[in-house]
């Protein structure tokens, strides 16, 4: 089976649909299926089997900045590479944000598979027309990736959702070399932005033991603002963007991965990225968030927005971790790649009859 991934969002830089696309890709290749990746790419693509089809620009989306090629050039260039490919199946994700994956959906050259991410607010439904609601009409097969996101698209779109959660490439983190510490390490990554609560832990450091090192992994609109607010402690360390090889060694050398988001996650994979790092969980307790980790048995949450809870979470769990740890490595494993891939499979089976 020839199988054509579709990802809106640039391949070469960090985001959490192109890395769910990446990591499907892999696992369902392992399964015997010949999938190529199609999607912009600033730079060489990271892997033979991405096609790109141009450069991506910074677009303001759900509160963030999303990295997507949306020309007519780019369009057109998705066009003809499906044209030109013959797949038997094309997987989208995120079908709505041009311009691959509406290119998908508008040529139709074989049956559509689609899974949509987001969740809350989001600026791809805030216009939908008859035609986006006709395109979508096409489409052989719809998934989410949380009852959230399936919520929001049926609100928008209509039609019927199966929900199928993000994987985690479990196999990874244990094969992965944690980046050594100084002391107690808390870990954050994410776009600066204020819809990540970064400013939220910065202030709850302030509450936390001369001892405790904070690693900032990321940048954003915030960045230069946090910097200069916090430039006195030398306890914060900022990483700047980071690999994703960096990124999982330092998800695995850290002793608490922090994950302080006021809203806007659909789903909390960088969790069970944590879980399967064998790394303990303080986060806030959004919907995203606890559609992955329960309260107490897989992370500690507390409230978004509350430095003063979420210092007092972060000083326990660096203290007496208790069984989170263990708990969420079985958690991780409910969630892997590999059984992702296999419910992906057996979908691509039943569209194709």
């Known amino acids: 089976m020839r199988v054509g991934m579709i990802s809106p969002y640039s391949f070469t830089l960090p985001g959490g649909v192109q890395m769910q696309a990446l990591y499907l890709a892999r696992a369902l290749r392992r399964r015997g299926l010949a999938v190529s990746l199609l999607g912009p790419c600033d730079g060489p693509p990271p892997e033979p089997d991405i096609i790109p089809i141009g450069n991506s620009l910074f677009i303001a989306a759900n509160g963030s900045f999303a990295p997507i090629a949306f020309d007519i050039p780019a369009f057109q260039r998705s066009y003809a590479v499906l044209r030109d490919q013959h797949f038997d199946l094309l997987h989208v994700h995120e079908p709505l944000v041009p311009a691959p994956s509406l290119a998908a959906l508008v040529s139709k050259r074989a049956p559509l598979v689609a899974t949509f991410h987001a969740a809350g607010g989001s600026a791809a439904y805030e216009n939908v027309s008859p035609v986006l609601r006709w395109v979508c009409n096409r489409l052989d097969w719809r998934g989410a990736v949380s009852a959230e996101a399936a919520d929001l698209a049926r609100r928008h ?22 980046h050594p ?31 405790v090192v904070l690693w900032v992994g990321g940048e954003g609109p915030q960045t230069e603002t946090l910097r200069r607010l916090t430039a006195n402690d030398r306890r914060i360390r900022w990483l700047g963007r980071l690999s994703e090889d960096e990124k999982i060694s330092r998800l695995c050398g850290a002793d608490v991965f922090c994950a302080p988001s006021l809203h806007g996650e659909s789903f909390g994979v ?10 303990a969980i303080v986060a806030t307790d959004i919907g ?11 992370a500690s949450l507390v409230p978004p927005g509350d430095a003063e809870r979420l210092a007092g979470a972060l000083r326990e769990v660096l203290v007496t971790p208790g069984d989170l740890v263990a708990r969420g490595i079985e958690r991780a494993e409910q969630f892997s790649m590999d059984r992702l891939a296999e419910r992906y499979a057996a979908v691509y089976e039943r569209v194709l009859g």
């Open 288 to 298: 995203g968030y606890t559609r992955v980790a329960r309260a107490g048995v897989e």
């Open 181 to 211: 510490t100084e002391g107690p390490t808390i870990f954050f990554v994410g776009r600066h932005e204020p819809r990540k609560g970064l400013d939220v832990l910065l202030e709850a450091m302030r509450r936390l033991p001369p001892d």
């Open 157 to 178: 779109l209509g039609g019927a959702y199966e929900v199928l959660f993000n994987g985690v490439p479990v196999e990874r983190f244990r094969q992965t070399k944690p």
């Open 270 to 279: 960088v969790l069970l990225e944590a879980m399967a790092a064998e790394t």
